[in-house]
């Protein structure tokens, strides 16, 4: 462990922005005197050596662990509580990396090493191998067979305490179980998982496997829960929109989470994949020697072949560890996207392009706005959310916890008990928003689809705000869907964090006719309702010139004059 945290230290070592946000985590965590926790070496090492006498599945014989392992199962196992050892510090572990550098290997280790001398609690204890499906719940429970089948024949003790059935493997001594677990079969009764290893997250539509699961460790002391995946297709998993996001922000101390531990081998960004001596950033594998070769050989024939073939996102995700909409058609590159997040901003008194998408019963209601700033633009979004067919059943299809964005004010869920969303309600907030905020309204830019209702509450209370309509075809919206990327690209329309708009650009596809582009959703099911209205305002304002943008204060300012 000591070989990898000081070669990251002190540079002789390449590796990701996350990687060595978790070692120089662990470095100030070792200087702390006054908290709950100690790292204890005798630990770590025992633990690492475990590891190191199981055999390969595919060879029968035992490798060393990598460095890079070392300091992941060092670290799980090394810190402890002061006052009682049994208590490790990590409860919630997140490794992600890329395909084939031994985290399934490594994590049936783990549940090998608890499931034989795990001691709290020191009977009864349960371990799962879980993940979306039944196919791939059952990899890590077939290694850990495979490995346990080899320990049995080189250890009597071993072979008299374990019996091996077909779906789960019993501890005689202690009673303790291993079980494969997948959303598709569900748990048995009475789970009270100790260990919990849920493969290939970046699968997983929902959260319902997580959720299950933790439900079941309430009272356990220091269970642990795992989440093991390379980077996926699809940005609107929980993985990417929740878990990811909070794993990185704990590395960089945004969130305090101390038993909390994330281990992230990724690029950090797509240039690098050019330059082979960066591959072993998501490939930390790389770092033993006897595998060097073969695995440098093995990306750089992966990669030529999806340079000729189309496949080249497939190879960014799985080889590289960076996360890529499935799409080759997609809008825009979310990497970018997310590169222009910034603070919320203070809007109050300043112009504003209203775009409003009026969507169908199922659908959302979007109100989107652009503000002009100094050198760029400021967009956000609000939504209202129909349940006509079950909020439970919205959430799942759209892939959206609406109930918690509606705490973070992104959204408003309706209240009518027909699910229909009010289009009055619409109206009242949209007055609100702007008496609120002292918005200057200069335009509402709308789709006329079902835009009707709202049309004529505007017009009898609010006639002072300009209607005005957006064609919806390619020939009104290609310049400005393909200058609206750009400007994105270049930072001159920023945004702040808002989930309901991120996932609408996740979602959006570019489609082409003889007069152009403009947006489209992937699926049926994936709402891009956001993004349209940001558009419709955005086809509207984009001529304004923000590079010499005027405040009302610097016109009323006494430094002004013409």
């Avoid at 499935?326 to 392009?353: F, K, L, P, T, V």
């Avoid at 199922?362 to 209202?384: H, K, N, R, T, V």
């Avoid at 709402?527 to 923000?546: G, Q, T």
Wanted: glycine fraction near 6%; proline fraction near 3%.
């Amino acid at each position: 462990m000591p070989f990898f945290v000081d070669r990251v230290s002190d540079g002789s070592l390449i590796v990701g922005k996350a990687v060595n946000s978790a070692v120089k985590r662990h470095l100030n965590d070792l200087k702390k005197s006054d908290w709950r926790w100690k790292f204890d070496e005798n630990l770590a090492g025992k633990a690492v050596k475990f590891m190191e006498l199981l055999p390969d599945p595919k060879t029968g014989k035992p490798n060393e662990l990598a460095p890079f392992q070392k300091f992941i199962i060092g670290s799980i196992y090394g810190w402890v509580d002061k006052n009682n050892s049994s208590i490790r510090r990590f409860t919630d572990v997140f490794i992600s990396m890329a395909r084939k550098n031994g985290k399934s290997l490594l994590i049936s280790g783990v549940i090998l090493y608890e499931f034989l001398f795990g001691k709290t609690p020191p009977r009864n204890r349960q371990l799962y191998t879980a993940a979306n499906d039944r196919k791939q719940a059952g990899i890590i429970f077939g290694m850990v067979k495979d490995r346990l089948k080899a320990l049995m024949v080189k250890d009597e003790g071993i072979k008299r305490m374990c019996q091996i059935k077909r779906d789960e493997i019993i501890n005689l001594d202690d009673g303790s179980i291993i079980r494969s677990f997948s959303r598709d079969a569900g748990l048995v009764d009475g789970y009270e998982p100790h260990v919990a290893v849920v493969d290939e997250y970046a699968n997983a539509k929902t959260t319902d496997m997580i959720e299950t699961l933790a439900s079941g460790q309430l009272l356990l002391p220091s269970y642990l829960t795992f989440i093991i995946s390379t980077a996926g297709f699809d940005m609107n998993v929980p993985m990417f929109t929740q878990n990811y996001p909070y794993a990185k922000k704990v590395l960089s101390a945004e969130v305090e989470a101390e038993r909390y531990f994330a281990f992230i081998a990724e690029q950090d960004s797509i240039e690098e994949v050019k330059n082979k001596s960066t591959w072993i950033k998501s490939n930390p594998l790389l770092d033993v020697d006897a595998l060097k070769a073969q695995i440098t050989d093995y990306l750089s024939t992966k990669l030529k072949q999806a340079e000729n073939d189309g496949s080249i996102n497939s190879k960014l995700i799985k080889n590289f560890n960076i996360w890529r909409q499935a799409a080759e058609d997609s809008y825009m590159d979310i990497q970018n996207w997310n590169s222009a997040e910034i603070n919320s901003m203070n809007i109050d008194g300043q112009r504003i392009w209203f775009g409003v998408d009026v969507g169908k019963t199922s659908d959302l209601f979007a109100i989107s706005w652009m503000i002009p700033c100094e050198g760029y633009w400021y967009a956000d979004s609000f939504a209202f959310v129909g349940t006509k067919y079950g909020l439970q059943a919205k959430i799942k299809a759209d892939r959206l916890n609406y109930p918690e964005l509606e705490r973070k004010n992104e959204c408003e869920i309706t209240t009518l008990e027909s699910g229909v969303i009010d289009t009055e309600r619409v109206f009242n907030w949209l007055n609100d928003f702007v008496e609120k905020h002292r918005l200057d309204v200069q335009g509402i830019c709308f789709d006329p689809y079902q835009y009707g209702p709202l049309l004529t509450l505007i017009e009898k209370r609010h006639p002072e705000w300009q209607q005005i309509e957006v064609r919806q075809g390619t020939l009104t919206l290609s310049m400005p869907t393909k200058q609206f990327r750009d400007d994105v690209l270049e930072k001159r329309i920023r945004h702040p964090e808002n989930q309901i708009l991120t996932s609408a650009v996740n979602n959006a596809v570019l489609k082409s006719d003889n007069n152009g582009v403009r947006i489209d959703k992937n699926k049926y099911a994936n709402k891009i309702d956001a993004l349209d209205a940001l558009l419709d305002a955005y086809a509207v304002c984009f001529r304004e010139n923000i590079d010499d943008y005027l405040t009302n204060e610097d016109v009323l300012s006494d430094d002004f004059g013409f």
